[in-house]
């Protein structure tokens, strides 16, 4: 709690500049724990369903089931809802539409991660910005005569320096969450690319057997 206090005190000497730089941390704040919560909801694939649809011939009601289970919102839920809907048609078709459903589900994976990317830019910008506006007030005392006031000197000279640390902070904050959302959007669509692999492999199966069974037939 100590520490805290301290801090809050350390920023109140920063500037005004300190005020839109607090504003970046909020919204990149908002931005991780939004994404992260979405990330931890709506793409965790269950190890059953895993399985199931890595498994050779499954059984397409059961995976109906399953996904019944994760509900509609779940991402794979709807990029496997698109293939199996479609499977009767043909595989070419279903993977174009499959295709055009993962585009979708990256855009919304996406969403917002302008807004860490801008953080990233625009705090240290901000804190350098803080810098200047410091170092112009450290200026203004310091007259033909010397130093008119040196603690004055020394509070200008103390918020540019804690508008630049704030500014790089923020940054690196935004940075790190920026590089761990990405990551978890790269995992989740190489694997809904790869586990949608095994789906239209399993619709081409069917097609074979279904061939097959018509010559035997004629």
Do not use: C
């Not at 520490?3 to 990149?28: C, F, M, N, R, S």
């Not at 990317?117 to 350098?128: C, E, F, R």
């Amino acid at each position: 709690m100590q520490d805290l206090q301290t801090a809050i005190e350390v920023l109140k000497h920063g500037g005004a500049i300190i005020y839109p730089l607090l504003a970046l941390a909020l919204a990149a704040l908002v931005v991780v724990l939004d994404k992260t919560i979405v990330y931890y909801r709506h793409t965790r694939l269950p190890d059953p369903v895993r399985q199931l649809v890595e498994t050779y011939g499954f059984d397409w009601n059961e995976l109906d089931r399953q996904l019944t289970r994760l509900g509609s919102r779940h991402y794979f839920s709807r990029f496997f809802r698109i293939i199996m809907d479609n499977r009767g048609k043909p595989a070419w078709w279903v993977e174009s539409r499959a295709g055009d459903e993962a585009q979708q589900i990256e855009k919304s994976l996406g969403r917002g991660m302008w807004v860490l990317d801008t953080v990233i830019t625009a705090a240290p910008l901000l804190g350098l910005l803080g810098t200047i506006f410091g170092m112009m007030q450290s200026f203004k005392l310091i007259g033909p005569e010397g130093l008119a006031n040196p603690s004055g000197v020394t509070a200008g000279v103390a918020e540019a320096l804690i508008a630049t640390a704030a500014g790089l902070l923020i940054a690196l904050v935004a940075l790190f969450g920026y590089n761990y959302l990405t990551r978890l959007q790269a995992q989740t669509l190489d694997e809904m690319e790869r586990l949608g692999t095994r789906l239209l492999d399993h619709i081409r199966l069917d097609a074979q057997a279904a061939g097959a069974g018509l010559e035997d037939a004629s």
